[in-house]
Structure formats: C-alpha cells, structure tokens
C-alpha cells in the first residue's frame, strides 16, 4: 500500500517559484508503470490536474499552466516534486501528490493528504 | 483542456438513489474508457470510488456505480446514506495524454 506525504513552503511571494516535495512509502517511485501527479484545489474550488511523470522521466503536463510547472524525480529518495514559476494569487491552493497504477491510463489511486500553499506578499 | 461539465449540487433522501452527471467531448470521455469518479469529505484528500467508467475498487460500496454514454458519463448511489454527503468529481484521460477533471457535484443527503 502506498502511501504519500507532501511538504514544501507554506508561503510563497507573488512571482516567486512555489516548490512541493511527495515523499513516497511502500513502493518505489522507479517502479514501472506507475505515473506520479500533482493535483491542486484553490479554496472552496474544484480539482484540477497540473502533471504527471513516468519512472523514466517522461511528463506531461495541463496547458493551462503554460509552461510554468515542472514535475521531476528523486530516485535516491524516494520522492517526486513540482515547481511552479511566477505564481500569482490564482495559485493559492491545496497541492496533492498522487499516484496510478498504470502509466497515463490508470485513476488515480493514492492521495497525500494535501499541503496549503498560500501566494501572498 | 476544458473542465468536464458536472451539475453544481444534487440531493436525495436517505433510501433514495441519485445521479450525478459528467459531460466531456469526443476528446475526453467520449474517447476512452477512462472515466473516474472521486469522492472528498471537507478537509479530506479525495477517494476513488469507480475507474475505467464502471468499475469499483476493493472496498467500494456496491451502492456506487458508473455507466457511460457517448460523451457523458454518470455515477450513481443506491440507497443513500448519510455518509454518502460528500463533493464528487469525475476524471477523464484525453487524446493528448492528459487528464481533466469535472468541476465537482455537492451531494446533499436530506
């Protein structure tokens, strides 16, 4: 059973970079199949999608986010991360860290419990 | 991408059953099936309840079920019960190996 634990800074600058670690126990995040995503949900709003990345590196990410997210890999940790640039208050959010069983097609199966990150000056 | 188009709210009375609806394009979940349904208490991470359109994970009510038609997708919960008080959201994968959500659907238990 996998389980999944966000971390990062809580307060982030207007058109600073926002920074989130997934620390991954009970499987390795260099098995394959498995896809790796973030997931956030601004306050009070729905669910929505920022990436996803493969064992090998692969990534795709929401268009919307124009380029400014970039999810990548830490296999002597165990653990996965995403970087936003040039956040703006619209990124104010709960961040989730997410994992499917299967590459691209699968649901998403196991959730971190959610990390707020606040955009502010 | 677009948001997938879920019904603001919907309500039912214990014993009852509902429907919740998940609209997409031929794009999303009229491509594939590959539709999920979440379901998230306040404050809560959210749990998956159905994938690939119909089917429920070990440990899942069999009061939860899914079907889909064309370019729409729908959960359904028989016999509500309080705790089924919840928001629900649809997932979908879509031709550009994404995946997109629905906007989300308050279930009111009356």
């Known amino acids: 059973q996998l389980q999944l634990q966000e971390s990062g800074s809580g307060l982030v600058k207007p058109s600073q970079t926002l920074s989130l670690t997934c620390a991954v126990s009970g499987g390795s995040i260099s098995s394959g199949g498995y896809s790796w995503s973030w997931i956030r949900q601004p306050p009070g709003k729905g669910l929505e999608w920022i990436g996803y990345i493969h064992h090998s590196g692969s990534t795709y990410y929401n268009p919307s986010l124009k380029s400014r997210a970039t999810i990548s890999l830490d296999r002597s940790k165990n653990q996965f991360s995403l970087k936003l640039t040039s956040v703006t208050d619209a990124d104010t959010a709960v961040y989730y860290c997410?994992?499917?069983?299967?590459?691209?097609?699968?649901?998403?199966?196991?959730w971190g419990q959610g990390t707020l990150v606040t955009v502010s000056s | 991408q677009s948001a997938l188009t879920q019904p603001a709210s919907v309500s039912g009375s214990p014993g009852q059953s509902i429907t919740i609806s998940c609209t997409g394009t031929?794009?999303?979940?009229?491509?594939?099936?590959?539709v999920s349904w979440y379901q998230q208490h306040p404050g809560k991470a959210p749990k998956l309840m159905i994938y690939?359109?119909?089917n429920r994970p070990s440990g899942v009510s069999n009061r939860f079920s899914g079907s889909k038609s064309g370019n729409t997708a729908s959960l359904t919960i028989s016999g509500l019960q309080a705790e089924d008080e919840a928001d629900y959201y649809c997932s979908s994968y879509t031709t550009s190996s994404t995946q997109v959500f629905g906007g989300g659907t308050k279930l009111t238990v009356l």
């Open positions: 690939e359109v119909s």
């Open positions: 031929s794009s999303d979940v009229g491509a594939y099936n590959y």
């Open positions: 997410a994992s499917g069983k299967q590459w691209l097609l699968s649901p998403f199966d196991y």
